[in-house]
């Protein structure tokens, strides 16, 4: 059974820090790969970024690539999204999903991920 878990949400001030996890089940890092999403109240879903461990790449929206980072440790079949200089417009709820590179880095709202994880709710005060 495929399954993704993401955590490591929580509150910060602006400036502040957070490293997300999304541990997967079901299938290994080789085998799919991940996505980063968010969805803010009363806004789309949008894509953050995007890992494939077997093509060797990454993909940032945006310019969200100066602040985020996407990584993985395949031992512990687990991607993370570190995330520096929280600003308030970076509330959202942060999901993982799995599927191939090209959906997650060409359709922004996830059109093509195959499997969503439950998300983790980060917010950040002013």
């Known amino acids: 059974e495929v399954q993704l878990q993401a955590s490591g949400g929580g509150s910060v001030q602006t400036g502040g820090s957070l490293r997300l996890s999304c541990v997967v089940s079901g299938f290994t890092l080789d085998f799919d790969d991940i996505g980063w999403f968010r969805q803010a109240p009363g806004k789309e879903r949008e894509v953050v970024a995007c890992i494939s461990i077997r093509e060797f790449r990454t993909y940032y929206a945006g310019i969200l690539e100066e602040r985020f980072a996407v990584s993985s440790d395949n031992a512990k079949n687990t991607v993370y999204l570190q995330m520096n200089n929280l600003k308030p417009e970076d509330t959202a709820v942060y999901s993982c999903?799995?599927?191939?590179?090209?959906?997650?880095?060409?359709?922004?709202?996830?059109?093509?991920?195959?499997?969503w994880g439950r998300g983790t709710q980060v917010t950040v005060s002013s």
């Open positions: 999903a799995s599927g191939a590179y090209y959906y997650c880095s060409t359709y922004p709202t996830g059109f093509g991920m195959n499997y």
